[in-house]
């Protein structure tokens, strides 16, 4: 935390600098910002009051919140297929409730809300603590109601409470199971259980695969950065880059999907979140991607998808009793059986095909204090020259 | 009718012919501001590129210029660019004259099998060919032979000419049709052979229209983002895409300017092989055909294997996917017509603004030809070479400030933003038809008094209704495909064909993606019927 704090200095210049420079370009672009229709209530989330229970109270029904009526509108960075079936089983709940979602890349989201001046969207869904962490940096997120923050884990949310997870999911090694012949290795027990080995052992080289341009891949970085030091995971990514020769991925559904088809060019081996090749094998069990775990490192970094809420909103005391809903019992079911994700309420079990949080031993992490400078992991990404 | 002496009695009509002037210089000068006025609109959004790019730090701005990483993109994006331009003139061209000016059988068949590529959209064709070729591909798992994988910078170049050639093909064909062939003929005569009497007469008259073509194909290949990101090549595109999702939008801002340098050197020189004194006007298209003879036959099979290629493999493949599919429904992706609705809708606004901000601009400058109206009209091609995310965060930043109530609220900002890019395919042809307008037409109705404005409405209009129609249904098809602007400034919760085909196929939910992909397809493929017929219209 205290080496941190010396690169504040220089990223609160460049910021200011920023906001300087957005200021006059918003007054050249025109004075209209204040003219636009103005139906926003200011109210701040964190001073509503619950419209029925308090959702720290334990694991809650839907039937013990609120009722929800109006129109809530959301930037999502998870795709439809992750997240819209909470969003449509709150609507067949309540017939009031109308949910419009705009799904997009999850970067592509986090820096339309920093271009934005007034945001036409509640609140922004996010894959990674990382961009919510951005956007609360830029000053464009306000904080929960206590018994949202309280309801999760510390280190599963902001420390300030600006932005809460929702779901949980961890870094893994995907594999074809199919293909070890092609391998050096006798047997995938041989995988290592150290995430710095995937860079250094000459068996990988040629067949393994990461996916640089993700947040999560950034996150990944980052958490390394903090365990190994800067110089470990600079030489880390540069002799994946370079030494292993790692494919370099856009997405990781086209990751998974090319180590599950298993064609001459396609790695073997990829790193990347569990849940791309629970898809796969969702959809077709007999598939032969598999995923294995490292042990207490970045390798398998627990990490979360959350929201944050945005400056300005239509219905304060909407937004608030939705969150909720969100981290209530059906809200967190929906999305373990759709998405196969970890739920982050204590009281809530998992259920499901992957292990349980014990079996893998992800590294005791504090999400809230992982202050994650996206545009510093970007940048040591970029430098040791991988990128897509 | 004024009696013939009005027209001799200089007293009496000394006074007329100024106030004509008057009249003409003030239309004239309502026309240059209308066309400054869509020329600044749609260059407007650049304005964000320099407010981004000046937040680089000058040191670190040049590093990165200088950098042999800048240096690379550079390189390749330019070799993406010269190579699919080239490639593109390769087949358009001779495709154009086989279906214009030769006895092939079934011409309207093969003409349309031609055009279609462009429906199309590359990256649904660059999805089609990996899953297609390459080890593990369905030829592979269906044949057991393994072609080699395209991807990377040939590949790009492979699939965006594949996409893209029907630009060229479409304009040259045009100008085929319209060119004075009585000359060919004439040279014919002449004694020249049918090379010859091409390279000398023909060629001289079609040049133009190949350069339009050329142009919007090269364009096209600079600012494509799907396909390259797809097949893995660096170009200014993918790195642009990469910086601005790595949170560096200054550096991407950077890295636009950059391009738009490179496209303005490009403009310039398309300025100077495109110009039109060589341009015949319209002649009717009869006259010679080149007869094939036994020739025929390589002609036809040629145009088949392109067609197979290009419209059957994607459709094959995404056919397959929808039959073939297996595992658990995903409801979020489930097909709406409403979705079809949207796209079709979002198409219709952007083809009739674009036409109506292309005709001031177009006209001037058919009619003119001075420098300030080319400059006029070259400013409005810089928006189609600039990568969609780019032009989305412009208007992002500059629309969220300067029009709120219209931002992400009704679609008047997104169709602003499709004629950003899409504009020149519409003054391009609007200007072509222009061109082709007789100053003798005009002019016999201004003699019978008609004013400026009621002699376009009345003669000039309808000779260029063609060039309006056929420069919309370009914008059109291309509105229905485009992707990154479509999802960053669509109302929130309004989905479209593109953004269920990019959801889908983001979650490998293929199946997902294959009724929305192969509904564009159909619907883009009837306006290109649309297209073709009404060409068909004016030679017939």
């Known amino acids: ?388 | 009718m004024k009696s013939l002496t009005n027209y001799l009695d200089l007293s009496q009509q000394l006074p007329l012919i100024r106030k004509r002037l008057r009249e003409t210089d003030r239309s004239t000068a309502a026309l240059v501001l209308l066309s400054a006025i869509v020329a600044l609109l749609v260059i407007s959004p650049m304005l964000w590129l320099f407010v981004r790019a000046v937040e680089v730090e000058p040191a670190r701005a040049y590093g990165l210029i200088v950098s042999p990483d800048t240096g690379w993109i550079t390189v390749n994006s330019i070799i993406l660019m010269g190579v699919v331009t080239f490639c593109s003139i390769l087949l358009g061209v001779p495709l154009a004259v086989l279906t214009a000016r030769t006895d092939i059988p079934y011409p309207r068949l093969w003409t349309i099998v031609a055009a279609l590529p462009l429906v199309i959209p590359s990256y649904i064709g660059a999805i089609a060919f990996v899953g297609m070729f390459g080890s593990g591909g369905e030829i592979d798992s269906v044949f057991g032979v393994s072609i080699p994988t395209i991807d990377g910078l040939p590949g790009s170049i492979l699939i965006i000419t594949l996409y893209t050639y029907p630009y060229v093909f479409l304009t040259t064909r045009a100008a085929l049709l319209s060119m004075d062939s009585s000359v060919v003929d004439a040279a014919r005569t002449l004694n020249a052979g049918p090379f010859e009497a091409f390279r000398r007469v023909t060629f001289p008259q079609i040049r133009p229209g190949i350069a339009a073509g050329a142009l919007l194909a090269g364009l096209y290949a600079i600012s494509d983002f799907g396909t390259p990101a797809f097949m893995g090549a660096n170009v200014f595109t993918s790195r642009i895409y990469w910086e601005t999702t790595g949170f560096g939008r200054e550096y991407a801002a950077l890295l636009a300017l950059q391009l738009i340098a490179i496209v303005a050197v490009v403009l310039v020189i398309e300025a100077g092989i495109g110009r039109d004194e060589d341009a015949g006007n319209s002649g009717g298209g009869e006259g010679s055909t080149i007869r094939l003879g036994n020739w025929k036959w390589p002609a036809m099979g040629f145009v088949s294997v392109l067609g197979t290629l290009t419209l059957i493999v994607p459709v094959a493949i995404f056919s397959r996917w929808l039959i073939y599919s297996e595992g658990d429904p995903i409801p979020a992706y489930e097909f709406q017509w409403e979705f079809a609705f949207n796209s079709v809708y979002l198409a219709l606004l952007a083809a009739l603004v674009a036409s109506l901000f292309a005709l001031p601009v177009a006209y001037y400058s058919g009619r003119a030809n001075s420098l300030l109206s080319r400059i006029l009209e070259r400013a409005t091609y810089v928006g189609f070479a600039v990568p969609g995310v780019v032009i989305g965060l412009a208007l992002v930043f500059l629309g969220n400030r300067a029009l709120p109530s219209l931002y992400r609220q009704g679609v008047w900002l997104l169709v602003f933003a499709y004629v950003v890019r899409f504009l020149p395919q519409a003054v391009g042809t609007v200007r072509s038809s222009v061109l082709q307008v007789d100053d003798k037409t005009i002019e016999a109705a201004r003699t019978l008094n008609a004013g400026r404005f009621e002699a376009f409405r009345r003669v000039t209009l309808p000779l260029i209704m063609p060039g309006v129609v056929a420069g919309s249904i370009l914008v059109f098809l291309t509105t229905m495909k485009e992707l990154p602007v479509t999802l960053m400034l669509r109302p929130i919760g309004m989905e479209t064909l593109v953004s269920l085909i990019w959801n889908a196929q983001d979650a490998l939910a293929y199946r997902y993606a294959a009724i929305p992909a192969l509904l564009l397809i159909l619907i883009s493929g009837l306006s290109m019927l649309v297209l073709l017929r009404q060409e068909g219209g004016e030679i017939s």
Request: charged content about 30%; hydrophobic content about 35%.
């Open chain 1, 1 to 388: 935390m205290q080496q941190r704090n010396s690169d504040l200095t220089s990223r609160f210049g460049r910021r200011t600098f920023l906001a300087a420079a957005g200021g006059s370009a918003a007054g050249l672009a025109g004075l209209a910002g204040c003219l636009g229709d103005d139906n926003n209530d200011n109210t701040p989330i964190a001073e509503v009051e619950p419209m029925s229970e308090r959702v720290d109270s334990g694991a809650l029904s839907w039937d013990d919140l609120g009722d929800l009526e109006g129109e809530i509108s959301i930037y999502s960075g998870r795709t439809p297929d992750q997240i819209s079936a909470v969003f449509d089983a709150l609507e067949d709940e309540y017939d009031g409730l109308t949910v419009s979602v705009d799904y997009d890349d999850n970067d592509v989201q986090v820096n339309q809300i920093l271009e934005e001046e007034t945001h036409p969207a509640d609140l922004m869904y996010s894959q990674d603590p990382g961009a919510l962490n951005a956007l609360h940096d830029d000053g464009v997120l306000q904080q929960l109601p206590d018994d949202v923050i309280d309801a999760v884990p510390g280190s599963y949310q902001h420390s300030d409470g600006y932005w809460t997870g929702v779901t949980g999911r961890t870094r893994s090694i995907q594999y074809n199971s199919d293909r070890l012949d092609e391998t050096d290795f006798d047997d995938w027990d041989e995988l290592p259980t150290d995430i710095m080995e995937y860079a250094t052992d000459e068996r990988f080289e040629g067949i393994i695969s990461t996916r640089p341009n993700s947040g999560t891949f950034r996150g990944f970085v980052q958490a390394m950065v903090e365990r190994k030091g800067e110089e470990e995971t600079r030489e880390w990514v540069r002799q994946m880059a370079d030494d292993q020769d790692a494919q370099l991925f856009e997405g990781g559904s086209d990751q998974a999907n090319d180590i599950n088809r298993g064609g001459d060019d396609d790695p073997i081996i990829g790193l990347g979140n569990s849940y791309y090749a629970a898809r796969i094998l969702n959809e077709d069990s007999d598939a032969p991607i598999r995923t294995t775990f490292t042990e207490n490192d970045a390798g398998c970094l627990f990490s979360v998808a959350g929201v944050g809420v945005l400056d300005q909103v239509g219905d304060s005391e909407l937004v608030a009793e939705f969150v909720r809903h969100l981290l209530a019992e059906e809200g967190q079911e929906l999305m373990m059986d759709d998405n196969g994700e970890y739920p982050v309420v204590e009281d809530i079990e998992y259920v499901g095909p992957l292990p349980d949080l014990d079996e893998i031993n992800p590294p005791e992490f504090d999400l809230s204090g992982f202050d994650m400078d996206l545009q510093e992991a970007g940048d040591l990404i970029e430098e040791e020259g991988m990128f897509a």
